[in-house]
């Protein structure tokens, strides 16, 4: 979890490869013939898609990897609750890297998701 620009994806996808998990990323329902396009009408629906990908995939015995913003702890615990329901461990990493984002966040927003995100217990703090 992390802002934009913060190195979420990177590393997501740096672990997956190492411990053979799924990526899977909300901002991946906004990608339209190779292009990045938010719709913040369909953020809601986004989430809620990606939350129902990740117990599917969790469910087959998968291993998940979630790689969004997060910034809340309602947020968080929509995908803790997920896998602690199937009796699935958790780790929570939060990158905290200042890359430049990819999807052309502005940097007043970037900043917000900063400001709004809370800490979680037990969580590793990543890209300091």
Sequence with gaps: RG???SGKSTFARKLAS???A???????FFIVNGEYRSDPAKLGWAHKSNQRRTQKAL??????VVANT???LREIRDYTS????????VKVYRSEGRFQNVHGV???????????????PGETIINR
């Design 3 to 5: 802002a934009s620009g």
């Design 18 to 20: 190492e411990i053979g």
């Design 22 to 28: 799924c990526v899977f990323e909300s901002d991946e």
């Design 59 to 64: 469910e087959e015995g998968k291993t998940v």
């Design 70 to 72: 997060l910034t809340t």
């Design 82 to 89: 997920i896998a602690e329901s199937l009796g699935v461990p």
């Design 106 to 120: 502005p940097s007043e927003k970037v900043q917000a998701m900063r400001d709004r995100m809370v800490d979680y």
